[in-house]
């Protein structure tokens, strides 16, 4: 495997990945939780720049690091959040779990490394996925084509607005 | 560089998040376990899509609406929780159990 730019970065954006999402579910403030959940998410938006789908990218950042990201803040700032955060440290408790995650892990390994994946796309000179390509799929009507969809999802971000007020007024 | 090196990060991001998700007893925190799982399909979706059909754009935009859905169901998920601290003054899922009985 000859050493380019574009596997250096893939290894890098790999190592910072792994450790932040192991980090996020380990650490024992609620706070620095959601700071690494940021790092993953923005690693998460590296590997879309990589496979060359930069409007991906751009809506992950967006939408995740913009949104979901400072409504968790917020949440955390008005709620007691760092008391009682992990189940402990008992025996009885965490071995289950430990066993769950290793073994469903190990077996997913297995089978991603065992698989006859179907003739890959070259991967040397991955190029970028043009606007003009995802506008005309995004609001086209016809085959491969999904205005269907964009459609459906801004019914339900509008019930989804009702709802979250619904919910949280103040009766 | 292929598939399976993209695949084994993801996987990686899914064990995680399902161990959050079993070992936090805080609201908010499982919620961030799920954020990591859903992350881990739409990475999944993307990488299929790019490296065995690159013809098609059918995983580029179910890693797009997947996004908005996750945006939605965590500000849903962000207002239940609210609700739920008001009413029982603690995120603690040991708490949460008024309707059991």
């Known amino acids: 495997m000859d050493i380019s730019l574009q596997n250096v970065v893939f290894i890098i954006v790999a190592i910072f990945i792994s450790v932040f999402s192991v ?11 959601v700071t690494y959940l940021l790092f993953v998410l923005l690693g998460t938006a590296a590997i879309y720049f990589l496979l060359g789908y930069t ?6 950042i967006m939408v995740y690091a913009g949104g979901v990201v400072v409504l968790l803040v917020f949440s955390i700032f008005l709620t007691k959040a760092d008391e009682n955060l992990n189940i402990g440290t008992k025996i009885k408790k965490v071995l289950p779990i430990l066993l769950t995650v290793l073994i ?3 077996l997913i390994f297995f089978i991603i490394f065992t698989h006859n994946f179907l003739p890959m796309a070259s991967t040397d000179a991955i190029e970028e996925l043009s ?3 995802i506008g005309f799929a995004l609001v086209g009507g016809g085959k491969n084509q999904y205005i269907l969809p964009f459609e459906a999802i801004g019914v339900l ?10 919910i949280a007024r103040k009766r | 560089m292929g598939v399976e090196l993209y ?11 399902i161990y959050g998700f079993l070992m936090r007893k805080n609201t908010l925190a499982m919620l961030i376990s799920v954020e990591l799982i859903l992350n881990a399909a739409d990475i999944n979706f993307a990488v299929f899509n790019k490296f065995l ?15 908005g859905i996750v945006a939605a169901e965590t500000a ?8 739920v601290y008001r009413n029982v003054q603690s995120l603690d899922v040991d708490k949460i159990d008024k309707m059991k009985h």
């Open chain 1, 23 to 33: 980090l996020t579910v380990t650490t024992k403030k609620i706070m620095r939780s």
């Open chain 1, 55 to 60: 409007f991906l990218g751009a809506v992950q």
């Open chain 1, 104 to 106: 469903g892990g190990g």
């Open chain 1, 131 to 133: 606007m003009k390509t």
């Open chain 1, 157 to 166: 971000l509008l019930a989804c607005i009702v709802g979250g007020l619904l």
């Open chain 2, 7 to 17: 695949l084994v990060i993801s996987t990686i991001m899914l064990c995680a998040g």
């Open chain 2, 53 to 67: 059909f690159p013809n098609q754009l059918e995983g580029h935009f179910f890693t797009l609406f997947a996004i």
């Open chain 2, 76 to 83: 849903i998920a962000i207002a239940i929780i609210i609700n």
